[in-house]
């Protein structure tokens, strides 16, 4: 058997034309990537996506396009799984009231009882580089994203 791993992100763009990214650190690993997370067993990509920003960044979200779905084999950083991931454009439908930081993997305060722990951070759109992320369909996904924009 083969186990697929389903993953839906958004890819936020606020009024200064900065995206929001998360920095994350789990199992002694540290990365950078969108907001979002795996498909629950019986949940919609958009519900999942709706989900994984409410338990996250505790605001709500509406989708507006799709952007980008896996098109390539990419096995799982974590475990033996395949990663399919989508990547959807989105935006707030209530207040963003997370904290936020300009500086990379600043976890102060943001650290969990089981050694995980999530940061946010503001980038601007131009300053973003394909290389500021950690997984390969992150890189993808943006590049899609920046090149459609221009």
């Given at each position: 058997m083969f186990p697929f791993n389903v993953r839906v992100y958004g890819i936020l763009i606020n009024?200064?034309?900065?995206v929001l990214i998360s920095d994350e650190k789990t199992e002694n690993v540290s990365f950078t990537k969108f907001p979002g997370g795996g498909l629950e067993y019986g949940e919609g990509l958009?519900?999942?996506?709706?989900r994984e920003y409410q338990e996250e960044c505790n605001f709500d979200i509406e989708v507006i396009s799709h952007i980008y779905t896996t098109d390539f084999y990419e096995k799982s950083s974590f475990n033996e799984s395949q990663?399919?991931?989508i990547y959807y454009l989105i935006k707030n439908t209530s207040p963003i009231a997370i904290r936020t930081t300009s500086q990379e993997f600043d976890f102060e305060g943001q650290e969990y009882e089981d050694g995980k722990a999530q940061s946010f951070r503001w980038v601007k759109i131009d300053d973003l580089q394909e290389m500021s992320l950690t997984f390969k369909t992150d890189q993808v996904a943006w590049n899609v994203f920046y090149r459609d924009k221009k």
């Open positions: 009024d200064n034309n900065e958009l519900d999942a996506l709706k990663i399919i991931s």
